[in-house]
């Protein structure tokens, strides 16, 4: 049995600097698929010019409910953005206690798969910003419902274990069991092409060549997705975002020729969900 490795880039349109980080990063080291924040400012620009650049690279969004503003007018989906029309950050929305109305998650990240396809480009699979769509059941089907229309893959809901998961650390417990439980029940009911497994451990402290190649060197047969947040610094991204630095480390040891050599060795096939698939 073949071992299958997705090395997914989170983020993509973040800044110009992440996406052109992500792009190398796929021409010159492990990366394979990126999902796009298309809500950004430029994002869909960024969709348009990789597609042309790194036509190998597969492209799809990044569901996304709590950076930026939305992709629709405010006044359509008023529980998911402040009285400025920003979303909520992702400590906000889970400290309020309560959670967007499923509507308006479901009018709005449809509206962000049809910006992306506008493109042009291909849509390889759909994940979630901050995990939100494991916030809930309802928004974790909205996310598979997505997938299921537009005929692309999805991202496994969790590792199977996130205690050590820094995103998933702010869930509260509830969401916490149900990513690690009865959200991996209701992907396999519906058919939907996904990884047999995650892994998120490299990102943060960890973010870092050892890392890499622990995770490289224990990759089991079967497909795996590996979540990562490569970039290149610039001056958007250091102003807004509390994970800068470790980006351009993330993007050093993924187009090591260490990693690449490891990756060989081990007889892994790098992937896409569309090749992984047959979609």
């Known amino acids: 049995m073949t071992r299958t490795l997705i090395v997914n880039a989170d983020d993509f349109g973040r800044t110009r600097g992440v996406s052109a980080g992500i792009v190398h990063a796929h021409l010159h080291g ?6 796009a924040m298309v809500n950004l400012p430029g994002a869909l620009q960024d969709v348009a010019q990789a597609s042309q650049q790194a ?3 597969g492209l799809g969004v990044h569901l996304n409910l709590t950076h930026g503003r939305p992709v ?7 529980s998911l953005v402040s009285s400025e029309g920003s979303f909520y950050s992702p400590d906000a929305l889970i400290a309020s206690g309560r959670l967007p109305d499923p509507a308006h998650v479901e009018r709005e990240w449809r509206a962000q798969v049809e910006v992306f396809l506008k493109t042009g480009a291909l849509l390889d699979h759909l994940d979630s910003h901050h995990h939100a769509a494991l916030l809930s059941p309802e928004m974790w089907q909205i996310s ?3 997938a299921a229309e ?3 893959g999805v991202r496994p809901p969790a590792p199977r274990e996130t205690r050590d998961d820094v995103l998933f650390s702010r869930f509260p417990p509830e969401s916490r069991r149900f990513a690690t439980g009865d959200a991996w029940r209701v992907l396999a009911s519906r058919g939907i092409p996904s990884p047999e497994r995650l892994v998120t451990r490299f990102f943060a402290r960890r973010a870092r060549l050892a890392t890499l190649l622990s995770i490289l060197e224990t990759v089991p047969h079967g497909t795996t997705e590996l979540m990562c947040h490569p970039g290149w610094l610039d001056a958007v991204l250091v102003r807004n975002s509390g994970y800068a630095r470790e980006r351009e480390a993330e993007l050093e040891a993924l187009t090591s020729p260490r990693a690449a050599q490891m990756a060989t060795r081990r007889g892994i096939v790098r992937s896409t969900y569309r090749q992984a698939f047959g979609r």
């Open 150 to 152: 537009f005929g692309c």
């Open 55 to 57: 036509p190998t690279l």
């Open 72 to 78: 629709l007018d405010s006044t359509e989906v008023p």
């Open 30 to 35: 492990l990366v394979t698929t990126t999902t």
């Open 144 to 146: 598979l419902n997505l």
